[in-house]
């Protein structure tokens, strides 16, 4: 079965680090681009960025550009999402994406959800 | 980047037909053939319905379809069911970078 299982809830304080896991299974991950998307509590969805474990290439959305970072270990079929320094406004889920059967950036591989608070 | 824009909500009855737009730019919707749609449930991850515009993942009904003429894509449900009732996203590849819709609230009356 193709999936990607994301790592648990964590609740940080503002200032404080964290870095986030997405493990795919079931396919060729370096084969396939591996994305994230935010989801604030009652909002939409929010594209991060996207990277290719293949050979690292990683693009981002100018709103997250900066504010994140997206890396790969092709040899533990991971992906991450990466942040310095939190801010309550980070409190959202955060969604892996994967771009296995579908193309044209559609996602039609989905991880569970990785709900990240960040309050003091 | 701005977000694509979709009415906040839709409705109709079981049966009928209903069509949710989705209104962007030609540096996005207008300049490439890959709109997708998405379906969330409350309190779970969203689900492709839609890609390429028109194109339906294996396993989606097709009472599902898609369409784009200019910068307006649009997604039509027909013969609406209970379990349609959700939440849906349009998305757009904008040259490097993907951008979403505000998402539109089916409500099946």
């Known amino acids: 079965e193709v999936q990607l299982v994301q790592s648990g809830a964590e609740v940080k304080k503002p200032g404080e680090s964290l870095k986030i896991s997405c493990k795919g299974s079931?396919?060729?991950?370096?084969?396939?681009?591996i994305g994230w998307v935010r989801q604030m509590p009652g909002k939409g969805l929010e594209w991060m960025g996207i990277?290719?474990?293949?050979?690292?290439?990683?693009r981002y959305s100018p709103s997250f550009q900066g504010q994140v970072t997206i890396s790969a270990d092709k040899s533990i079929s991971t992906a991450y999402l990466q942040w310095s320094s939190l801010k309550a406004s980070d409190t959202a889920m955060y969604y892996c994406?994967?771009?296995?059967?579908?193309?044209?950036?559609?996602?039609?591989?989905w991880g569970q959800g990785t709900m990240v608070t960040v309050s003091s | 980047q701005s977000a694509l824009t979709q009415p906040p909500s839709a409705s109709g009855s079981p049966g009928q037909s209903v069509t949710i737009s989705c209104t962007g730019t030609?540096?996005?919707?207008?300049?490439?053939?890959?709109v997708s749609w998405y379906q969330q449930h409350p309190g779970k991850a969203p689900k492709l319905m839609i890609y390429?515009?028109?194109k339906r993942p294996s396993g989606v009904p097709d009472r599902f379809s898609g369409s784009k003429s200019g910068n307006t894509a649009s997604l039509t449900v027909s013969g609406l069911q209970a379990e349609d009732e959700a939440d849906y996203y349009c998305?757009?590849?904008?040259?490097?970078?993907?951008?979403f819709g505000g998402g539109t609230k089916l409500t099946v009356l």
């Open positions: 994406v994967g771009e296995v059967a579908a193309t044209g950036r559609a996602f039609d591989i």
């Open positions: 079931g396919y060729s991950f370096t084969s396939y681009w």
């Open positions: 990277i290719y474990p293949g050979d690292s290439d990683t």
């Open positions: 030609s540096s996005d919707v207008g300049g490439y053939n890959y």
């Open positions: 390429e515009v028109s």
């Open positions: 998305s757009s590849y904008a040259g490097s970078h993907v951008v």
